[in-house]
């Protein structure tokens, strides 16, 4: 994911920059904002510590925010699962991508906030904070000194799997409007082309590259560790700094937002593509609604379109378009956080909510099926009336 760029900034800041020179400290907490703590860079530095990111008040909405966000995540995607594996619509390849989707967006919910909030409850409630907190030991195995070990980092797991959910969010997503193109473009042979083993394999190998993906930084070099980022407030790769400089693979977390931009542009250009032919169909059907085009289609009632597709294929591509536009929407503050951070600023406050918007996109995905997809619900109705309701022998 391209937030994780986060923590990096250039040099003579000190935002997720770790000093592998100097020794860490296994017993409590660095005080940032007053000194340097993991190697002096030089210069003045601007305290991390904001008004957004500081006092009781500003963390007890943060958490509020959180646990309402955690809650509406859980909820809506493990309603949306539920509607699809009680539906004939979770047993087609569209179903399967859309049931891959809710696992990554509840995973988010699951794992990534509840570890935001307990952390920001341990930083209220606390005299001081966790002693994992801000960093602290190497990104490849503990830290020894002295016969103490250091503690494991959380970190080391939730910040690949917030990576790699968003991933697999994006790589989902684009093969969703792969498989609603070839079924505008080639009703005739979407059966033929769009089949459950290859949806089940392509969705394995979704997720699997985006967990690689996610740990390409660790697995690829050891200059690079994750700590929780008190502006962010989620955990985020830092560059070890060598000799107070950025270490010279510092580029490897230029995959994120190469992988990112790419795979976007692409999903918005199938988009395009699909919506381009539903106009032609549209313009075609109005024009032999008025008798323009007469009995020279050729093609029966297509009227020059005797492969159309089908108004559910069409409606489907819509929601899946809206579906890219949201995220897409949700990912350009990460965009335009990581660009400022290229050229100097640091935006403490800003990258808060960049994050969170991006993560918020987590719980957008069951608000869209239900303005648009009339059998999702007509599946929640279903499936809030069987609770209320005894069975009366229904096989349908």
């Not at 690949?160 to 609603?180: D, K, N, Y």
């Not at 459950?196 to 930084?217: D, E, H, N, V, Y």
Request: hydrophobic share 45%; glycine share 10%.
């Amino acid at each position: 994911m391209t937030a994780l760029l986060a923590n990096l900034s250039l040099p003579g800041t000190l935002l997720g920059l770790t000093e592998t020179d100097s020794t860490p400290n296994l017993t409590g907490p660095v005080e940032l904002p007053q000194t340097v703590g993991r190697g002096e860079l030089g210069g003045s530095l601007a305290p991390l510590c904001t008004f957004c990111c500081c006092g009781l008040l500003n963390r007890t909405l943060a958490v509020v925010f959180m646990v309402s966000l955690a809650f509406a995540i859980v909820v809506g995607n493990v309603v949306t699962l539920t509607v699809f594996m009680q539906t004939r619509q979770s047993r087609t390849p569209q179903g399967y991508l859309k049931v891959s989707l809710a696992i990554a967006d509840m995973m988010v919910g699951v794992l990534v906030v509840p570890f935001s909030v307990y952390t920001e409850i341990s930083l209220m409630v606390t005299s001081s904070p966790p002693i994992w907190y801000q960093g602290g030991s190497t990104p490849s195995s503990p830290l020894s000194l002295g016969g103490l070990t250091a503690p494991w980092q959380p970190c080391m797991l939730i910040g690949p799997v917030f990576a790699g959910c968003t991933f697999v969010s994006i790589s989902t997503i684009f093969l969703m409007t792969v498989e609603r193109c070839i079924a505008i473009l080639r009703p005739l042979h979407k059966d033929a082309l769009v089949t459950r083993r290859r949806t089940l394999l392509l969705i394995l190998l979704s997720w699997a590259g985006s967990f690689m993906l996610a740990m390409a930084p660790l697995i690829l070099s050891n200059n690079f560790t994750l700590e929780y980022n008190e502006c962010s407030r989620m955990c985020n790769y830092a560059p070890l700094l060598l000799g107070g400089e950025l270490p010279p693979d510092a580029n490897i977390l230029l995959l994120f937002p190469a992988f990112d931009f790419i795979l976007l542009g692409v999903t918005l250009a199938v988009n395009i593509l699909s919506f381009t032919s539903i106009r032609r169909y549209t313009h075609k059907r109005k024009l032999l609604s008025e008798g323009s085009l007469g009995g020279d289609g050729g093609g029966g009632s297509g009227g020059g379109c005797p492969h159309r597709p089908s108004f559910s294929d069409i409606k489907a591509a819509k929601t899946i378009g809206i579906l890219t536009f949201a995220f897409t929407a949700s990912f350009s503050p990460i965009a335009v956080f990581v660009l400022g951070n290229v050229v100097g600023y640091i935006w403490c406050n800003f990258s808060f909510f960049a994050f969170w918007i991006l993560t918020g996109n987590s719980c957008c995905n069951v608000i869209i099926y239900s303005v648009r997809d009339q059998r999702f619900r007509k599946g929640v109705t279903l499936l809030f009336q069987r609770d209320h309701s005894p069975p009366h022998g229904e096989k349908n």
